[in-house]
């Protein structure tokens, strides 16, 4: 979906939208897991989620929106946060919005921020600062931290969600660990 049919949905509905809570996922480079994490996530939360992507590309028609710049993502995520309450029980479902992008840092500040190490892979010129500015970092070949101690100060999160976001944080770290084993493993 593009950002700007997006937005004109947004605008229609704005007034139902219940409490949107912001996580972005960043990454060292390209293909390092950031959509993956994103739709493991968006199983994974209850609630209303959306993935907005920041970044080249073509809407493919699927599910998560597609900003081509900054100026849009912010827009977006403006429209988001103005419609941001403090009940989170609004229709008794929570609002989550996945930005999967390290340019998320140019137009906010996420409630939760994850930055996927890459392989050796020559790094963005972004990723120095995501990685700063990340909660939690997710590298293939080091070990995961406790999530949920480490976010327990994250006061937009209950412990449901913290536990869930822990759950999922655990299975992407293992399947990132398995595939960096197999990549180095000696070809047959």
Same mark, same amino acid.
């Given at each position: 979906? *593009? %950002? &700007?049919? $997006? !937005? $004109? #949905?947004?605008?229609? #509905? %704005?007034p139902c939208i219940a409490p949107s809570i912001i996580i972005a996922i960043t990454g060292a480079h390209s293909s390092v897991g950031k959509t993956t994490l994103a739709r493991m996530l968006s199983r994974r939360l209850s609630g209303n989620v959306r993935i907005v992507k920041i970044g080249h590309g073509i809407d493919k028609g699927k599910s998560e929106i597609l900003c081509h710049t900054v100026e849009e %993502?912010?827009?977006l995520v403006d429209s988001l946060r103005r419609h941001r309450g403090t009940d989170d029980s609004l229709a008794g479902r929570r609002e989550y919005t996945i930005i999967e992008s390290n340019r998320a840092f140019d137009?906010? @500040?996420? @409630? !939760? $921020?994850?930055? #996927? +190490?890459? *392989?050796?892979e020559r790094q963005k010129s972004s990723a120095p600062r995501a990685r700063k500015r990340a909660d939690i970092i997710i590298a293939p070949n080091a070990p995961l931290p406790e999530v949920e101690e480490m976010l327990s100060d994250k006061q937009a999160f209950n412990h449901e969600e913290l536990r869930r976001i822990g759950d999922v944080? =655990? =299975?992407? &770290?293992?399947r990132l660990a398995t595939v960096s +084993?197999?990549?180095?493993?000696?070809?047959?």
């Open positions: 979906m *593009s %950002a &700007h049919t $997006a !937005l $004109a #949905i947004l605008s229609s #509905i %704005a %993502a912010r827009r137009v906010l @500040d996420p @409630d !939760l $921020a994850v930055f #996927i +190490e890459g *392989s050796g944080l =655990r =299975r992407f &770290h293992q +084993e197999k990549e180095n493993l000696p070809s047959e």
